[in-house]
């Protein structure tokens, strides 16, 4: 690819967990690109189309692949603050599309789409943040940043220049925490039984936070410790390098909200 | 005859085995030991990724080429003084073999591991025609002493524990006397050589699978690590080999290259203790040996699935690895699939076999980690697969009606972002409303899938997208 | 039409295929002849010496023995230590390979016999066609020299290795086999003793085969 534009023009794909859930996490994205030099964009947008994928619809998730597609146009590169909405715009664009040209288009724009903290490590070759947090933290491997993607060092490097900041890994930190999308509610008995191994590695390694790159997984963990009663905080990785961890943990006890 | 699946009972069945205590405390066997020992054997192999490229390769071009590698594999067979059967179906299968034994007089047979064998329910057929079947493998033995299938494709009995067998044993070996010490697995191996021992001298007829078919000798390759595989098909005057049609490679050497990803990926060993090539029936001057060499060549719906988007599936070597490495199948073990294939591979080769009306829970069944399709030592892209079969059901309008409308909805907003926009900010900002003291929600309806098990974290409020788009207003003025 | 013609038609019809093609029977007839190696791990290559300690650290890794002999003629008092240091009777059965048949075992106080074992046999010797450094594999050949049940029924097997016969890797062997007259009824690549993991994924030697494998390399 050609060298990267002096202020490349970022499109924030928020992820659609994100939009609706915890926004916190799209500004921690926005302040860490703006910081890394890029103009964020936010187009109109609404869901990759990886839940229809997965589910056998593959008309519908042609249909949203385009509509990102469309909606990113004008951007110089897409960011996502997840492995997993990446990795279906990455790795499975491309497979939707038959038609030479629609393939052609969608290797284009995979070709020009990141996960966020790999984004920042990896082109854009922020090697530290100017973050602070005070304390020990785990982090989770989310299965589809870390198998479709390859990411595993980059967050761990970032984490590590956070001021006062230590991370202890946990057991078994590349295996699923059980969410899977529709997974955790088709058969959440069984995605039940994966969540409560990965929430026992997670007290295991002591620490009281919580990071992963991806919401969902973050959710699933979250409604799980908060259902056991753990004290045990959780937060997208974006939110700690962005120094804003002002909002209530995931599932957390909220402060008074405005 | 073949076994009758209850993959369309999959839930219920995995909702025993996770109430199962002795099945979750024989599982935690599985989840740990495979795992390292594999990660170790690949570290001392620098060359494991390169292996895994051209298995990968290997395969895919004997499955490009597979009509012409078996004609030479049958013609060689031949020429070493072997027989080659093929069966179409399980029902064909089972009747070529009794017959084989049947002709040669046969009271007893004893058996070696071979998955194959599972799937087209020999062991009925066998005791349906008068004989004796004995399973020989330790783990095959001890499932066949309680009537069950084999819950892993290489460790048939990891879903029980060291008392379950000594039960068995206690029942099955009369001959027991109530105060031997059979406490340990150590003494439980003893008894069962012991049993075993005799059964290998009496057979007439020993079956065994076959983990590659070398068309260029027409030798049958088989791994064990006990080595009953070996006193299965060298004692009793006839041997037969049982084996599906994608087993065929071309030369020595390559089986060679699959042996060097084969047992690493399976059982974390360099090689298994025991690998025997064998071509055709003792020699003239040999003093040992089978007098009769057989091979039934089982397609069973494999032929169909070339050149179809599960032809991939064909390079499977049987490893067990991705199910050693599965979630899901840590947390619910083998039977609970249903039927002779679990875990990831089985999600994917289960419907092609038995159809996806029945097989159509265990592709939905995984969470699309992608720890299989890692660790597969020829490459398979598992979850991509399990995917398709979601697409086939998808377009068969066999997807659940719940799921397909959740879907449908989901769908028409999404397309739709003003509506959408609209929709979710509503939503979301009554729900951020609703849980703002605790911030999660212990129960939700519409949710119920999720909040029986966990809590449902709450929003924070406003979308991400209106807050952006009311911030960068604020800028600009 | 046979199960065999159907099944035939069936995969060249799912491969879009009449089998006739030339550019197919080409490839697969230029892949027979060439036998084409897949990547061979560096692991067992080197000189001789660096061979042999590679065996051995193989070898040793799977709970095989291993000792290394400057002649054959010691094989047979080997072997007598062996069996009294594991207090074993001093029996050994042992098909009629010239090159162990010679041997003076009555000399080193061993009661030995010839031929097939019935099961009945404690200890028996093999002379092996070759092994295998990558992997500390034995590889023995079937037949009047070598019966097939000396390797699988006794409780202790012994096995001869000349240390010329000691190649890098498992191709290197494979491709001596093929320059033999014909395969004989078994090959068998024997890699440590016998082994189960089936009860609780609890490790122990000696399931259905020997209990102890005990290898001499001979050098010179």
Partial sequence: ?258 | MTLHPTSPDFKDNAHRALHDPELQKALGHVQHGFIYKRQSAVERLPEFENLREAARDLKNHVLQHLDLYLETYERNVTAAGGQVHFARTSAEACETIVNICKSHGAKSVTKGKSMVSEEIGLNAAIEAAGMQAVETDLGEYIIQLRGETPSHIIAPAVHLTKEQVEGDFRRVHTHLDDARDLSEPVQLLTEARGVLRQKFLDADVGITGANFLVAETGSSIIVTNEGNGDLTQSLPRVHIVIASIEKVVPTLEDASLLLRVLARSATGQDMSVYTTLSTGPRRETDPDGPEHYHVVLVDNGRSAMLGTEFEDMLRCIRCGACMNHCPVYHAIGGHAYGWVYPGPMGAVLTPSLIGVEKGGHLPNASTFCGRCESVCPVKIPLPKLMRHWREREFERHLTPAVQRYGLKVWAFFAKNPGLYSLATRAAMTTLAWLGREKGRFASLPLAKGWTEYRDLPAPQGDTFQAQWRKRQRETRR | ?220
């Fill in chain 1, 1 to 258: 690819m050609s060298t990267t534009p002096a202020r490349p023009r970022v499109g924030l794909f928020a992820t659609c967990l994100v939009d609706l859930f915890r926004p916190s996490i799209g500004f921690a994205s926005a302040k860490l690109l703006e910081e890394a030099g890029c103009e964020v964009l936010v187009p109109p947008q609404t869901c990759c189309g990886q839940p229809a994928f997965n589910s056998g619809d593959k008309v519908t998730a042609r249909d949203l692949a385009l509509q990102v597609m469309d909606a990113f146009s004008g951007c110089d590169y897409i960011v996502a603050p997840s492995g997993s909405c990446t990795g279906q715009m990455v790795k499975h664009f491309p497979e939707l599309f038959d038609e030479p040209q629609l393939a052609m288009r969608a290797r284009a724009f995979a070709a020009k789409t990141f996960e966020l903290v790999s984004f920042l490590t990896d082109v854009l070759k922020v090697t530290s943040v100017e973050a602070t947090y005070e304390g020990r933290v785990t982090y989770h491997d989310s299965c589809s940043g870390l198998r479709e993607l390859g990411i595993q060092s980059q967050p761990r490097k970032l984490l590590a220049s956070v001021q006062g900041l230590e991370l202890v890994e946990m057991n078994e930190n590349d295996v699923c925490c059980g969410f899977g999308g529709t997974f955790a509610a088709k058969y959440g008995e069984i995605s039940d039984t994966i969540v409560t191994k990965k929430t026992a590695n997670i007290s295991d390694s002591g620490a009281p936070l919580l990071l992963a790159g991806d919401l969902g997984c973050l959710m699933n963990m979250a409604g799980k410790i908060t259902r056991q009663g753990k004290e045990i905080a959780v937060r997208h990785v974006a939110e700690v390098l962005a120094g804003m961890c002002d909002e209530p943990p995931i599932a957390g006890p909220g402060k008074t909200r405005k």
């Fill in chain 3, 1 to 220: 039409m046979s199960a065999r013609d159907d099944i035939f038609s069936n995969i060249r019809r799912s491969l879009g295929v009449n089998g006739k093609e030339t550019p197919r029977r080409a490839a697969v007839t230029q892949r027979l002849a060439d036998t084409p190696r897949g990547p061979i791990p560096a692991r067992g290559q080197g000189s001789p010496a660096a061979r042999l300690a590679t065996f051995i650290t193989e070898a040793t890794r799977v709970s095989a023995s291993v000792v290394v002999l400057d002649s054959v003629q010691s094989v047979p008092q080997e072997v007598a230590r062996f069996l009294q240091e594991a207090q074993v009777p001093l029996t050994l059965k042992r098909g009629s390979d010239a090159r162990l048949a010679d041997l003076d075992w009555q000399a080193a106080g061993l009661d030995v016999s010839s031929g097939p074992s019935g099961g009945s046999d404690l200890n028996a010797i093999s002379h092996a066609f070759g092994g295998v450094a990558e992997t500390g594999s034995l590889v023995l050949l079937s037949g009047p020299d070598n019966p097939v049940t000396l390797t699988f029924l006794p409780d202790n097997h012994f096995v001869v290795l000349s240390g010329a016969d000691l190649v890098s890797d498992l191709d290197s062997v494979l491709a001596k086999l093929r320059r033999i007259e014909a395969l004989p009824r078994t090959v068998n690549i024997v890699t440590g003793p016998s082994r189960s993991a089936d009860i609780e994924q609890t490790l122990l030697l000696g399931a259905h085969g020997p209990r102890r494998l005990h290898i001499m390399v001979v050098l010179g």
